[in-house]
């Protein structure tokens, strides 16, 4: 049985998405932390997959064999990398079918995955998720999201230039950086950062505001980018995990955390770090309550937070003694 089955359906006909399925180079354009060091030839693929596993970017580089069926239309990748920086290994086997339903196209993907090594900690299927891409309630990475039309209708055109009209334009600093972009005024600061900006570090989980998973900097302090409009963001300064990998403080809390066992599945992780260095800057003096108080906007279902609060607490005292 594969670890990960995933399905989705596209307003296509088979034969124009099996096109796009077999443009390889363009498939990859669109997994967020894909890239090929070459171009594929005689099915042969070499590339690399950058994800994030809670506070830790894994970068696997390594080989592949591609297989197509144009007749059955079904396909199938056999893969494996190495990320010798965290000395761990992964072998992976995708495939993937699709099936005409008149004028649209179901894609179907299942996935085997073994991961061995130090990363073997994390759980394997949201390492998957994170590189089949984010939540398929909101149209797979290779769905209607990235295949343009060929034959608009003049409806659909006409809707195409109403959303043109609506569209609003945004200026903002995005780790440092200056970004100028165009949103729909409706686009949270989350999509806006894993799907235009591709930082996937910014997990998106009840996108109420209340589990705190998507917990970001806007202008040096914590916000939930599940309920933040991009928009709200002009002229503002966003900070992700991705943009602390130098910070010192985030550096000790990451140690931490993997010292006191602070994280499992990881998928709460980077909301968890960025409150909690907001804490450890404001709050020098806190004692485990005071710990529990401000970590409270942050929900995990696997640690059961002693963890958390033990290696928020280390970090604090190691500060104290250093500036003692």
Known sequence: MPQIAQSFTVGFPRAEVWRMLADVERVVTCMPGASLTRPPAGGKLLGEMRVKL??????????????????????????????????????????????????????????????????????????????????????????????????????????????????????????????????????????????????????????????????????????????????????????????LENDPVMAELREAFAAEHGLQCGFCTPGMLISARDLVLRKAGADDRAVRIEMSGNLCRCTGYRGIVRAIRRVLDARKKTKA
């Open 54 to 243: 809670g506070p830790i970017v894994a970068a696997f580089a390594g080989e592949g064999d591609l297989a197509m069926d144009d007749a059955a239309y079904t396909g199938t990748i056999r893969g494996q990398g190495m990320d010798r920086k965290n000395n761990s290994r992964v072998r992976a086997e995708v495939e993937f079918k699709a099936t005409d339903e008149g004028a649209a196209t179901r894609v179907e993907i299942a996935v085997d995955f073994s991961l061995t090594g130090t990363l073997a900690q994390f759980s394997r299927g949201a390492l998957i998720q994170e590189i089949l891409g984010r939540r398929p309630t909101r149209g797979h990475a290779l769905g209607r999201r990235r295949l343009p039309n060929p034959h608009p209708s003049r409806r659909a055109q006409a809707g195409d230039r109403g959303r043109e009209h609506t569209m609003k334009n945004v200026a903002l600093s995005v780790n440092g950086k200056k970004i100028a972009a165009t949103v729909e005024p409706r686009t949270h600061l989350g999509d806006f950062l894993r799907e235009q900006q591709l930082l996937t570090a910014t997990h998106l989980g009840c996108e109420h505001g209340v589990c705190g998973a998507c917990t970001v900097l806007l202008d040096g302090r914590p916000v939930r980018s599940c309920i933040t409009l991009a928009v709200a963001c002009e002229a503002g300064a966003v900070t992700t995990l991705e943009g």
